[in-house]
């Protein structure tokens, strides 16, 4: 919390200490000059003389949303978890790789506990966590590349044996490639009739992924989501490649992360999933996201446990938000509610002049169509 001594506030106003005091106590604030005031008195009193802006912009400055998002020193990096998204056509068996995956991993302690539906799961490969991302809806995941947010590391991308290379697995290659993320083809449904692992590694090459078995460096491997097989293979490969890429994170600094998915839920009000990336999300913690700010007044894990903090790549579902944000947003904690308040206001408002832009476009769009 911010705060002034009287003579100081005195000194940056250069008027006498006693003009100060008087006027303190005119609007009931007894005070000496060596009080200190806090930061609403001070605004208040500095706006009697004329300086309210100044004031408030100082301390919004130094909390804006770039400078805290700064990048850590190298010697503040230690490993994290790698992110992962299974990606690829439709039908081609996404969610069946991802409930083999979940299944094989549920231990005997987790096995009573019903997973929760917060977009990410964690799961423990050997002792290493790895977190896997839900295939957001082809939309929502689309808007959250627009805005820039990378949040994965690895894609395994699914392919089916007996189809080949469609739409939506090239969209999925161009994504990843693009983002610098790395790419695990699982060669789906071998179990199937018509399998032809072969014509997908022929395929592939097409797109610059060359099996490693032909020579190249992509990882491919065969599995069927539906019989459970090459799943613990494919879990291997992912932390293998998690090894070579050294995945860091700096859990010691305000938390910044990624809205993965948000909604409003009847009883508890906005609920969003965060994937933290860089420090340690906590309890209490005042947060800003976008237009809407607010305070962690509840946090649990993919299990539905309540938990009390997050380290880097860990995906929490918070609640305390003043309303429900966007996902793909960057979501920041701040020193307290009130710059998170002042932070997302001057967002809105932001957000505000640029809808009335645009409203003017379309007019002068209109115009010029009507001459
Ligand atoms: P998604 O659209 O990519 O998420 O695909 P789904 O996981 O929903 O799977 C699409 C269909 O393929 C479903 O009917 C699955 O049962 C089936 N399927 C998925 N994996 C396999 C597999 O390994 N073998 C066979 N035979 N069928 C599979
Ligand atoms: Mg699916």
């Known amino acids: 919390e911010k705060s002034i001594l009287v003579r100081d506030l005195a000194d940056k106003m250069k008027i ?45 400055i130094d909390n804006n949303l770039e400078s805290l998002d700064y990048e850590d020193k190298e010697e503040d990096l230690i490993p994290r978890p790698p992110v992962v998204t299974v990606m ?38 050997n002792g290493q966590k790895v977190v896997f991302l839900d295939t957001p809806g082809h939309e929502a995941f689309t808007a959250m590349r627009a805005r820039g947010a990378n949040i994965t590391d690895i894609t395994v991308l699914v392919v089916a044996a007996d189809d080949g290379i469609m739409p939506q697995t090239v969209e999925a290659i161009n994504h990843s490639k693009n983002a610098g993320v790395e790419i695990i083809v699982a060669i789906n449904k071998m179990d199937k009739e018509g399998a032809n692992p072969d014509r997908i590694k022929q395929e592939l090459t097409e797109y610059g992924l060359v099996p490693e078995d032909w020579g190249g460096d992509t990882i491919t491997v065969p599995i069927s989501a539906k019989k459970n097989e090459g799943i613990d293979e494919l879990l291997e490969m992912i932390l293998m490649v998690a090894e070579m890429q050294e995945y860091k994170a700096n859990p010691n600094r305000k938390a910044v992360g990624t809205i993965i998915e948000a909604k409003l839920d009847k009883g508890k009000g906005p609920v969003a999933t965060v994937l933290v990336q860089k420090g340690t999300l906590k309890f209490g913690d005042a947060v800003v996201s976008g237009c809407v700010s607010g305070k962690i007044r509840a946090m649990f894990d993919d299990k539905g446990k309540s938990v009390k903090k997050a380290k880097p790549s860990i995906p929490v579902q918070i609640l305390g938000l003043s309303d429900v944000p966007e996902s793909g947003d960057k979501i920041y904690v701040v020193d307290d509610e009130k710059i998170a308040r002042n932070i997302a206001q001057k967002e809105q408002d932001k957000a505000k002049e640029e809808k009335v832009k645009k409203q003017e476009n379309l007019s002068l769009d209109a115009l010029f169509d009507s001459i």
């Open 16 to 60: 006498n200490t006693t003009e100060l005091i008087s006027k303190l106590i005119t609007l009931g604030v007894m005070a000496n000059q060596n009080q200190e005031l806090d930061f609403d008195t001070a605004l208040l009193i500095a706006d009697e003389f004329g300086f309210n802006v100044k004031l408030k912009e100082t301390n919004v």
């Open 88 to 125: 690829g056509h439709v039908d081609h068996g996404k969610t069946s790789t991802l409930d083999a995956i979940r299944n094989t991993r549920v231990t005997k302690s987790e096995a009573g506990g019903i997973t929760q539906h917060i977009g990410a799961s964690t799961i423990n490969i």
